[in-house]
C-alpha cells in the first residue's frame, strides 16, 4: 500500500502573579520601604519520558499494568492507537486507550503479573515488532505490539492480544498457512488495487500507520481510507503491478500472528509490519506499520 502514498505525494498559561498591597502608614512614623516582591508562578510539569528504543514503551506499559496507573501508559502507547483481540465467542472487541486509561485507574485491588517476559520479534530502521507475556493467577495475556520511532520518541501505535486461561501457555510461534492467505489477499489487493480484497482480509478496524512516508514522520490512515484510494486508482485504469512484493516473515501463536513483508515500488523499497488475529477460522490482518526503513 505505500506507493500509494506516493502519489498523493499545548497549554499552560502563566499563572497571574499578585502583588501586596501598598502598606500604610502612620503620621507619626516615617514610611517602610517597600518591600521587594516576585512574581510567583506554577512550576512547569516534568517533561513526559521520551523512549529511545522499541523496549522503552514496552517496559513503561508493564510498569503501568504492575503499579495499576495510567501514567506511564501514556508516555507509551500513541493516544489513537487501540487494543484488539477476539473473544472465545469468536467476536472482535476493540478498546481505546481512552477507555483502558479510566480502566486501569479505576479503584480495585492492584495485582502484579506474576511471570513477564519481552521478546523484540523484528526491528527495521524506525519500525519494530515486540511481543509481551504475562501470567496472572486467573489467566493469561500474550500481546503483540507494533512499536515505531514517533517524533515523540519510540511507541506503542496498536496492539492485538490474547487472552488465556491461567494454566494455558502461549502455543509456540509456527507457520500457519491461513496466515499466508491473508497476506497474500492483502497483496493482490494492491496489485490490482480492489477494495473487496482489502475487506476479505482486513478487520474492519484496521489502522494503518505509517512512517516516514513522502516527508511525513507518522500518520494513520483506516483501511476503508485505504479502500478509498483503491476505488479512484481503479477508476482511472491504474494497478500496481509494478511493486514487486515479498513475505519475509509470519508466525502465528493461538489467536496472535505477525508478519513482515517489504516491497519495492517506484525505486524505494518499504517495510510492512504486520498484526493479524484468528476469527474463527480465517486470519484478519487486524493493524499494521508500514514506511521506510532507511
Known amino acids: 500500500m505505500r506507493y500509494l502514498l506516493l502519489a498523493l505525494a499545548a497549554s499552560c498559561a502563566p499563572a497571574a502573579s499578585t502583588l501586596p498591597a501598598p502598606s500604610t502608614t502612620t503620621a507619626q512614623s516615617a514610611p517602610a520601604a517597600p518591600s521587594p516582591t516576585t512574581a510567583r508562578s506554577t512550576p512547569a510539569a516534568p517533561a513526559a519520558p521520551r523512549h529511545t528504543s522499541p523496549e522503552g514503551p514496552a517496559r513503561a506499559y508493564i510498569d503501568a499494568s504492575d503499579r495499576c496507573t495510567s501514567t506511564p501508559l501514556r508516555t507509551a502507547f500513541h493516544p489513537a492507537s487501540h487494543l484488539v483481540r477476539v473473544d472465545d465467542a469468536g467476536a472482535v472487541q476493540s478498546k481505546t486507550m481512552l477507555a483502558w486509561w479510566l480502566a486501569i485507574d479505576a479503584p480495585k485491588p492492584c495485582v502484579p503479573a506474576l511471570e513477564r517476559t519481552l521478546t523484540v520479534l523484528d526491528r527495521e530502521g524506525p519500525m519494530a515488532i ?9 489467566h493469561r495475556f500474550h500481546d503483540l505490539l507494533l512499536v515505531v520511532d514517533t517524533p515523540d520518541g519510540w511507541r506503542v501505535v496498536d496492539k492485538v492480544y490474547d487472552m488465556l486461561k491461567p494454566e ?21 489487493a494492491a496489485l490490482d488495487n480492489d477494495p473487496a480484497l482489502l475487506a476479505s482480509s482486513h478487520l474492519d478496524e484496521c489502522i494503518y500507520s505509517a512512517v516516514h512516508v513522502a516527508g511525513v514522520p507518522y500518520a494513520r490512515a483506516s483501511v476503508s481510507e485505504w479502500a478509498a484510494r483503491y476505488a479512484a486508482r481503479r477508476e482511472r485504469g491504474e494497478d500496481g503491478r509494478q511493486a514487486q512484493w515479498r513475505v519475509l516473515a509470519s508466525k502465528a501463536s493461538g489467536k496472535i500472528a505477525f508478519a513482515k ?12 509490519h504486520i498484526a493479524l488475529l484468528r476469527v474463527k477460522d480465517t486470519w484478519r490482518i487486524a493493524a499494521a506499520v508500514w514506511g521506510d526503513p532507511s
Open 130 to 138: 515486540v511481543a509481551s507475556y504475562a501470567r496472572y493467577a486467573t
Open 168 to 188: 494455558e501457555a502461549p502455543p509456540p510461534w509456527s507457520d500457519e498457512p491461513g496466515v499466508r492467505s491473508a497476506l497474500e489477499q492483502k497483496i493482490r
Open 261 to 272: 513483508l517489504d516491497v519495492v515500488a517506484h525505486g524505494r523499497r518499504y517495510v510492512d
